[in-house]
């Protein structure tokens, strides 16, 4: 395969914007292995597809019988991939507590969202 030096750069910066918007937000940005299996691995049971063609737009899963979209499974199984740390609920004495922030937070004055820690204006 080749790339141009171009090609490289647009992917660096998409990157580097990727990690600095993470940052921005308190998240975190986690790359995982090229090689994970996210598209073919059942995210209820783990079964694992020997193939999953890029046509093959829903994911049937022999083992459990889940059907769900091709594109849906793999978030799924990238959100709980082993390399991600899972943060939004802690135990506490008595219960769950959260620790997740709301996405969108209630307007500090008239006319301001703030989505996570960034405000902007509405137009």
């Known amino acids: 395969m080749h790339y ?5 750069q ?3 910066e998409t990157l580097r914007q990727l990690r600095y918007k993470a940052r921005w937000y308190g998240s ?3 790359k995982a292995d090229r090689w994970y299996p996210s598209t073919k691995r ?13 046509e093959e737009r ?10 769900a ?3 849906l499974n793999a978030a799924r199984n990238l959100a709980e991939w082993p390399g991600v740390a899972r943060t939004l609920e802690t ?5 769950v507590q959260s620790t997740a922030k709301p996405l969108i937070q209630p307007p500090s004055e008239s006319g301001t969202i703030s989505l ?3 405000p902007w204006r509405r137009m």
């Not at 059942?42 to 890029?54: A, F, N």
């Not at 135990?91 to 219960?95: A, I, K, L, R, S």
């Open 42 to 54: 059942c995210s209820r049971c783990g079964q694992v597809k020997e193939e999953m063609p890029l």
């Open 58 to 67: 829903v994911f049937h899963c022999e083992g459990c019988g889940l059907v």
């Open 91 to 95: 135990p506490v004495e008595g219960g």
């Open 28 to 30: 975190s940005l986690h």
């Open 69 to 71: 979209d091709r594109d």
């Open 116 to 118: 996570g820690r960034g």
């Open 4 to 8: 141009d030096a171009g090609e490289n």
């Open 10 to 12: 647009a992917w660096g």
